[in-house]
C-alpha cells in the first residue's frame, strides 16, 4: 500500500516548494495539488513543486471539465511531463456543485461530463488522432494515469469502467468499506483485473501533539466537505439541512475563521482523522487493513505543516514497514 500527500496550493510558492522538496525526501509516493479557483494556479504551483523534487509524482487535480476543458487538462498534463517524465497523475472529477452555481456555472450531467472528458484527455495524448480532432503536436513523457475522484455511486462506478484509478471522497470517511464493495463489483461485473485499477481513500489529516489545536486546524476544510454532500449522504449521516446551509454560506463567502463556530466536533471526527500522533496512527492503521492500494493524507495535515509531514511519514512507516 503506498502513501500520498495533498498539498492545497493556498500558500506561497516558496512555500509549496519547501513542501514538495521535503514530501519527495521522505516516502510518500505521490504530491496531489487540491484545485480551488480562489486558491493559487495548480499548473503554476505543479511547475515550481517538479522543479524541486526528483521522485515524487505530482498529481493534478482534482479538476473539473467545467471550468477546465479537458483538452487543457491534457496539454498542462503533457507539458509538465517535460520537468517531470514519468511523474505525472491527472485527478478528475464532476467539482462541488455549490462552487460551480456561484460562478454561474450550471453541474448538468456530471457523470456523462465526465466520462467525455477522460476519453477526451486520452485521445489527446495518444498520437493518433481520433473523431476528426488532432491530438497534441507533443509527446507526454511517460505514461499519465487518469484517477476519478469520486462520491456517488454513479461516478464510483464510472471510475471503475474507465479510469486508472480512483481518488474515493474523505465523506466515505465513516464507512469506506462501502464504496470498496462497490467497487470490487463493478470491477467482476465488466471483467476488469484489479491490477489495472488503483483504488486510493483521500482523507483530511490534522496531527498535532496539541488535539485540540488539530480539530481546530481541520475545521474549515471539514466546512468544504460537508457543503458538498450529496442530500442521500447528509440524511444517511443525519447531517440537517440548516447545518449544511449554515456552512455553506461561510464556505462561499470564505470565511474560514468563522468554521470553528459552526463545524462541530462530531463531523470532524466523521470527515477527518485529527488528534494527536497516537489517535492519527490508530486510525490510519485500522483504514489500511480494509483493502486499499493507497491512501491520501489531505490537507492541512497539521497547524504546521512541515512538522506533520514528517509526523506522518515516521506514522506510516512504523505500521507499514
Not at 453541474?107 to 467525455?116: N, S, Y
Request: proline content about 6%; overall charge neutral.
Amino acid at each position: 500500500m503506498k502513501y500520498s500527500l495533498e498539498i492545497p496550493p493556498k500558500d506561497p510558492i516558496w512555500r509549496l516548494q519547501i513542501y514538495s522538496n521535503l514530501a519527495d525526501t521522505l516516502t510518500f509516493d505521490t504530491i496531489w495539488l487540491s484545485n480551488h479557483y480562489y486558491n493559487r494556479n495548480i499548473a503554476v504551483a505543479a511547475t515550481a513543486m517538479a522543479s524541486v523534487t526528483k521522485r515524487a509524482r505530482i498529481g493534478l487535480g482534482i479538476m473539473n471539465p467545467y471550468l477546465c476543458h479537458p483538452v487543457m487538462m491534457a496539454q498542462m498534463a503533457a507539458t509538465l511531463s517535460e520537468m517531470a517524465p514519468s511523474r505525472v497523475s491527472i485527478g478528475i472529477g464532476a467539482g462541488d456543485r455549490n462552487v460551480l452555481e456561484s460562478l454561474g456555472v450550471v453541474q448538468e450531467r456530471p457523470v456523462e461530463k465526465v466520462r467525455w472528458a477522460v476519453r477526451t484527455i486520452r485521445e489527446m495524448l495518444s498520437e493518433a488522432s481520433r473523431g476528426g480532432v488532432p491530438g497534441l503536436d507533443f509527446k507526454a513523457w511517460g505514461r499519465i494515469p487518469i484517477y476519478i475522484a469520486a462520491q456517488g455511486p454513479r461516478m464510483l462506478r464510472l471510475s471503475a469502467e474507465l479510469g486508472d484509478g480512483i481518488l474515493i471522497n474523505t465523506s466515505w470517511l465513516p464507512n469506506p468499506k462501502k464504496p470498496l464493495n462497490i467497487l470490487r463489483g463493478v470491477l467482476d461485473e465488466v471483467g476488469r483485473s484489479r491490477g489495472n485499477f488503483l483504488i486510493e481513500l483521500e482523507a483530511l489529516i490534522s496531527v498535532h501533539e496539541d488535539s485540540e489545536k488539530a480539530r481546530k486546524t481541520v475545521k474549515p476544510y471539514v466546512g468544504v466537505v460537508v457543503q458538498g454532500l450529496s442530500p442521500e449522504m447528509a440524511l444517511e449521516l443525519g447531517i440537517s439541512g440548516e447545518t449544511i446551509r449554515e456552512i455553506g454560506a461561510l464556505v462561499r463567502a470564505r470565511m474560514w475563521l468563522e468554521m470553528h463556530k459552526v463545524v462541530p466536533d462530531e463531523l470532524v471526527e466523521l470527515f477527518s482523522i485529527a488528534g494527536t500522533p497516537g489517535y492519527v496512527r490508530a486510525r490510519l492503521e485500522d483504514i489500511a487493513g480494509i483493502g486499499l492500494d493507497g491512501l491520501v493524507l489531505g490537507g492541512p495535515l497539521g497547524p504546521t505543516p512541515r512538522k506533520a509531514m514528517i509526523l506522518l511519514n515516521e506514522i506510516v512507516r512504523e505500521f507499514s514497514g
